[in-house]
C-alpha cells in the first residue's frame, strides 16, 4: 500500500449496540449475548419519518450507519468519499416481497418500487444518497467474509488513490422465511445476527491535516480465494493471504500478539479455518476473538471485528468471555468463507511508529 | 505506472457461445432480440428479449453460472494462462441476478405456480455463485471479488482489476460480468415501464424503452510487459477507468449528466489524453428516453457536439444487466482491434437531442487510437473504461 490509511469513524447499528467508536468500546468490555434482531425502536431513532416510509429495512440500516461513522469521524463533508458496502444476502426480503407481490396478485401485484431493493447494491445507493458520497460506490457479495473483505477492497483503494477516503463495512439483516430453506438443504445451524456497521478509512496525512481523531490503521491487507467446492469448506491450509498481509505491514507470523477470526458456529467452516490458521501460526497460535457467538454472523460483524481489532491495538484488551489483557500494537483480522474468499488485515491502533 | 494489456477475451451472447459468433453478430447489425422462451410473460408490458441460445454445460448449474463459466474458460485459453498461472490471477466478477431464474422457479412452484423448480437452486441464488464456480472450474485462486453495481457491474469488476494490475497486487486478472434473464428483473423494468413491447431502438426519436438481454463477457488483463515478455496476442491497452456516483436517485439518472460526465473525464485524466484523441463511446444506450437523452448531454459536455462516434450494442442484444458493461468492453476492444465500429440498428429517426452520429444500422469502417465504452446503473453508478489501440 502507498499511502497508510487509518480508521477514523465507525457507525454500528446491530442488537448489541447503537453508535460509534466510543459504544464499540463499551460493548467489548463486557460483550453479552443479545437477542439477534435489532429491535424495531432503535432505527426510530436514527432515521426520519420519510426515510422509515420510503426505505426498506436494508437500506434504513445501511443509512443510520453511514450517518454514524460520518459524525463520528468528523468529517466537515463527503467530497471525495467512497463506498464499499460487503453484504451477504443483500435485501433479500424485498426481494422476496416483490415475488410474493406478483404470486399473489398476478401482474398487477408487481412493484415497481420494491424493484430496486432487488438488486444489491440498494443498500450502497441508499447510502451514498444520504451522505452524498459521488465517488465509486461498490457493493461486495461474498458469503460469511464480505464486510472484512469490503474494508480490504476500500483500504487499497485509500491507499492508492483511487478514493481520498471511503466509508466501508457490511450490512445485513435476519430473514426469517430463509431460515427453514436454509435448514431443509442442510446447512449449518450456526447463529444468525443482523446490522450494519460501516467504518471511515482515510490516508493517514490527509485526516491529520484536518485533526482527525484516528481510533485505528490498517496496515496490511490481502484477500484470495482458497480452493473450495461452491458452498463447500477446502481440505487445504493455504496461507497466502495472511501471508501478504502481514508482509505488507512489514510484520512476521511471530510478532502477530492476537487475531480476531470468524468463527460462527459453523463447524466445518470453523474447523477449516482452525487448520489455515495452525498452518501459518504453527504451535504458536495467539489469542483469538470472534464476536459472532455473541452477535450472531452477519456482513456487520466482519466489519465490527476490524473496528474492534484497532480497539484491542489501543486497549490491549481482547473481548471474551473472558476478557483477556494482550499486548502488541497491532493484530490480524482473519475470514474464510464457504466456497474459498479468504481475506486477511493487519490492524494497528494508529500511532506514527506502528510501521516502523 | 503500470500499463494494462487486454490478452484473452471471452464471451456468451444471443448470438451464441464465443467471441466469434458475437463480433460476427455485433458487426454485421443483426438484432437478436426475438420473444421470450425462458418464462411467461403474460399480462406484461413486452414479451421479446435476446436469450443465448443453445446454452450448454451442466444442467445442476445454474444458467447464469454456465454462462459465466464459459465466457471465462474462453477468455483464459485465449489469453493462454496456463493451469499453473491461474495460481494467482485475480478474478472479479460483476453480477445482479445470480441464480435467480432457477431460484425462482422452485419459489414459484412452491406457491403452485409452475413445475420443475429444485430446492438445491437455492444454494446458488446468490451473485457470488458465478466467482466460485469458476474459480473452483477453472482454478482460479487470486483475489476474487463479485462486485455489485447493477447494470455497470461487468464494467466496474473490469475497472477494479485494472487497479489491482496497476498497484502491483497482482500481474494476471480475469475480469467480466454475468447475467441470464430473470422472472424478477424482467417483471420489474415491466412495473417501471421501461421495456420496449418491439425490439429497442437507441437513440431513436420514438423510441420507447429498452429490451433486455443475458450473456457473460470475460477478459484477460495483464501487465503490459509481462505480456509482451512471454509474447501474448494483445488485443489493447486499458488505458483509464472512471467511476462515479450520481448520489441523486435510486432509479433514475442525474438530470443534467455530471455523475456520468465525471466518469469519463476521470477516465480521461487516468488515461492522460485529451477528449479529442477519443473516436467513439460504446454507449450505455439503453433506449429508455431518458437515459439516451442525459447520457448524449454528458457526452456532449466531454467531448464536444459530434466529436465522436456513437453506437449501442443493446440494440442488437438487448440490455444484458451484469454482462453489459463487460459485453460492451470487449465489442469496444474489437473496434479497435478490426476497425470497424459497430451499428446502432432499429435507429431510424435519430433524435434531434442527442448530437452525434449513432451509426445507424450498418458497422463503419473507422481507424481508431482510442475508445470508451460507458456503464451505467440503478443507484447512480457510472462506470466508464478507456481502451488505446496497440
Known amino acids: ?356 | 505506472m503500470r500499463r494494462i494489456a487486454v490478452t484473452g477475451l471471452g464471451a456468451v451472447s444471443p448470438f451464441g457461445a464465443g467471441v466469434k459468433a458475437y463480433w460476427t453478430g455485433v458487426a454485421a447489425g443483426t438484432c437478436a432480440i426475438t420473444p421470450v422462451t425462458l418464462f411467461d410473460t403474460d399480462g406484461l408490458r413486452c414479451s421479446v428479449a435476446a436469450e443465448v441460445p443453445d446454452l450448454t454445460g451442466s444442467v445442476r448449474r445454474s444458467r447464469a453460472d454456465r454462462l459465466a463459466l464459459a465466457a471465462a474458460a474462453e477468455a483464459l485459453e485465449d489469453a493462454r494462462v496456463t493451469r499453473r498461472e491461474r495460481a494467482d490471477v485475480a478474478l472479479l466478477v460483476g453480477a445482479v441476478g445470480g441464480g435467480m431464474l432457477e431460484a425462482e422457479a422452485w419459489y414459484w412452484a412452491r406457491a403452485g405456480q409452475g413445475t420443475g423448480g429444485r430446492l438445491s437452486a437455492v444454494r446458488s441464488t446468490l451473485p457470488s455463485s458465478h466467482a466460485d464456480v469458476v474459480a473452483h472450474r477453472l482454478g482460479v485462486y487470486g483475489p476474487r471479488e463479485t462486485l455489485v453495481t447493477a447494470c455497470s457491474s461487468g464494467a466496474a469488476a473490469l475497472a477494479m482489476a485494472a487497479d489491482l494490475i496497476a498497484d502491483g497486487v497482482v500481474d494476471v486478472a480475469l475480469a467480466g460480468g454475468a447475467d441470464a434473464l430473470t422472472r424478477i428483473c424482467y417483471m420489474g423494468f415491466s412495473a417501471l415501464k421501461l421495456l420496449d413491447p418491439a425490439p429497442c431502438r437507441p437513440f431513436d426519436r420514438a423510441r420507447r424503452g429498452m429490451s433486455i438481454g443475458e450473456g457473460a463477457a470475460f477478459v484477460v488483463l495483464e501487465e503490459e510487459g509481462r505480456a509482451r515478455a512471454r509474447g501474448a496476442r494483445v488485443y489493447a491497452e486499458l488505458a483509464g477507468a472512471g467511476m462515479t456516483t450520481d448520489a441523486y436517485h435510486v432509479t433514475a439518472p442525474q438530470p443534467d449528466g455530471e455523475g456520468m460526465a465525471r466518469a469519463m473525464r476521470a477516465a480521461l485524466g487516468q488515461a492522460g489524453i485529451a477528449p479529442a484523441a477519443v473516436g467513439y463511446a460504446n454507449a450505455h444506450g439503453t433506449a429508455t428516453p431518458q437515459n439516451d437523452r442525459i447520457e448524449a448531454r454528458a457526452l456532449r459536455e466531454v467531448f464536444g457536439e459530434g466529436a465522436l462516434l456513437v453506437s449501442s450494442t443493446k440494440s442488437m442484444i438487448g440490455h444484458t444487466m451484469a454482462a453489459a458493461g463487460s459485453l460492451e468492453a470487449v465489442a469496444t476492444v474489437l473496434a479497435l482491434a478490426h476497425d470497424l465500429v459497430p451499428p446502432t440498428v432499429n435507429l431510424e429517426t435519430p433524435d434531434p437531442d442527442v448530437a452525434f452520429d449513432c451509426v445507424p444500422g450498418v458497422a463503419r469502417d473507422v481507424r481508431l487510437e482510442h475508445a470508451i465504452s460507458n456503464s451505467f446503473g440503478f443507484g447512480g453508478q457510472n462506470v466508464t473504461l478507456l481502451f488505446r489501440r496497440v
Open chain 1, 1 to 356: 500500500m502507498t499511502e497508510r490509511v487509518v480508521i477514523t469513524g465507525l457507525g454500528a447499528v446491530t442488537a448489541a449496540l447503537g453508535g460509534g467508536s466510543a459504544a464499540l468500546g463499551a460493548y467489548l468490555g463486557d460483550p453479552r449475548p443479545v437477542a439477534p434482531t435489532i429491535p424495531a425502536g432503535t432505527l426510530a431513532t436514527l432515521i426520519d419519518g420519510a426515510e422509515a416510509r420510503r426505505l426498506s429495512r436494508a437500506c434504513q440500516l445501511t443509512v443510520a450507519a453511514a450517518r454514524l461513522a460520518v459524525a463520528d469521524a468528523g468529517l466537515p463533508d463527503c467530497t471525495g468519499l467512497g463506498l464499499v458496502v460487503g453484504s451477504e444476502f443483500g435485501d433479500l426480503r424485498s426481494t422476496l416481497e416483490f415475488a410474493d407481490g406478483y404470486l399473489q396478485r398476478g401482474p398487477s401485484g408487481i412493484s415497481a418500487l420494491l424493484f430496486p431493493n432487488t438488486v444489491m447494491n440498494t443498500m450502497a445507493a441508499a447510502a451514498a444518497i444520504a451522505v452524498g458520497a459521488k465517488e465509486l460506490a461498490l457493493t461486495l457479495n461474498a458469503p460469511e467474509v464480505a464486510g472484512e473483505l469490503a474494508l480490504a477492497r476500500a483500504a487499497r483503494a485509500v491507499a492508492s488513490g483511487r478514493v481520498a477516503m471511503a466509508l466501508a463495512g457490511g450490512v445485513d439483516q435476519i430473514e426469517p422465511a430463509l431460515a427453514p430453506v436454509f435448514a431443509a438443504l442442510g446447512a449449518p445451524p450456526a447463529p444468525r445476527g443482523e446490522g450494519a456497521a460501516l467504518l471511515v478509512l482515510e490516508a493517514r496525512a490527509s485526516a491529520l491535516a484536518r485533526g482527525a481523531r484516528i481510533v485505528g490503521e490498517i496496515l496490511g491487507v490481502a484477500w484470495r480465494g482458497a480452493a473450495a467446492r461452491p458452498h463447500g469448506v477446502g481440505r487445504g491450509a493455504d496461507t497466502r493471504a495472511i501471508v501478504r498481509a502481514l508482509e505488507a505491514a512489514r510484520m512476521r507470523v511471530a510478532d502477530v500478539p492476537w487475531v480476531y477470526d470468524s468463527a460462527s458456529g459453523d463447524t466445518a467452516r470453523d474447523g477449516w479455518e482452525r487448520t489455515v490458521l495452525g498452518a501459518a501460526f504453527g504451535s504458536s497460535l495467539p489469542p483469538r476473538a470472534s464476536l459472532a457467538p455473541v452477535l450472531g454472523q452477519s456482513s456487520a460483524v466482519g466489519a465490527l471485528r476490524v473496528a474492534a481489532a484497532a480497539w484491542t491495538a489501543r486497549s490491549g484488551l481482547l473481548p471474551g468471555p473472558p476478557l483477556r489483557r494482550v499486548a502488541g500494537a497491532a493484530g490480524l483480522v482473519h475470514g474464510i468463507a464457504r466456497g474459498g474468499s479468504h481475506v486477511a488485515l493487519v490492524v494497528g491502533r494508529g500511532e506514527e511508529d506502528d510501521l516502523a
